[in-house]
């Protein structure tokens, strides 16, 4: 199983960290060790600024290469909302060095994800509402219809260079209103006023 993420995908987040506004996907990787197995997320010892970032989560339901465009729906089996945990003190000084960021985003339970649901449930995945609550106050929401590119472009881009396999995931990118959680911070994500995920910060 893979993790892909997309960068940079809504124009107010990209801006909100001074980045250019990308020309095509910034596509990253997390490995399944990156998964959070539970409702309990550890703060890490090796960072002192982890920030949330939600994104709707697509999962892909067969395995495709090459994929156009106009097929890429298909591919879609299940969709939810999560979290792709970054390390903003690390991710920023990999940045200002031109390093790779996989030290910032990668690391052991940085990929959160929500309860999932059939794909088919809903009629447009281009015009989904998200958000966040923390400590039962709204935090971040987006709407998918924001996205710089759209989900198939997204596989249609992914799957030029990496086979999509049944069961991988794909994280489309946060919107603005990022920010840094603490220990005893309570996290709630919720797909259209339905929560997928409680989290408790410790
Ligand atoms: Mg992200």
């Not at 995945?125 to 198939?152: R, W, Y």
């Not at 990022?178 to 408790?200: M, P, R, S, T, Y």
Request: proline share 3%.
């Amino acid at each position: 199983m893979k993790i892909f993420c997309i960068g940079r995908n809504y124009l107010a987040h990209a801006k909100e960290l001074g980045n250019a506004t990308p020309t095509a996907p910034v596509v990253f990787m997390k490995p399944a060790t990156a998964l959070l197995k539970d409702n309990n997320f550890f703060l890490p010892s090796f960072s002192n600024n982890i920030h949330y970032e939600t994104e709707i989560v697509l999962k892909i339901g067969k395995n495709g290469k090459a994929i156009e465009p106009q097929f890429a729906h298909r591919y879609i089996s299940e969709v939810t909302v999560g979290i792709d945990f970054t390390a903003r003190d690390l991710q920023d000084d990999c940045k200002a060095k031109g390093l790779p960021w996989e030290i910032a985003k990668s690391f052991d339970n940085s990929a959160v994800v929500g309860e999932f649901m059939a794909a088919d449930n809903f009629s447009d995945l281009q015009n989904l509402n998200f958000h966040l609550l923390i400590n039962s106050e709204q935090k971040q929401t987006g709407n998918t219809a924001n996205v710089i590119f759209k989900f198939d472009y997204m596989i249609s881009y992914i799957s030029q260079f990496f086979t999509l396999q049944q069961g991988d995931l794909i994280f489309t990118g946060t919107p603005q209103g990022v920010g840094a959680v603490h220990i005893g911070d309570h996290l709630e994500g919720f797909l259209e006023n339905k929560k997928l995920f409680d989290l408790q910060v410790k």
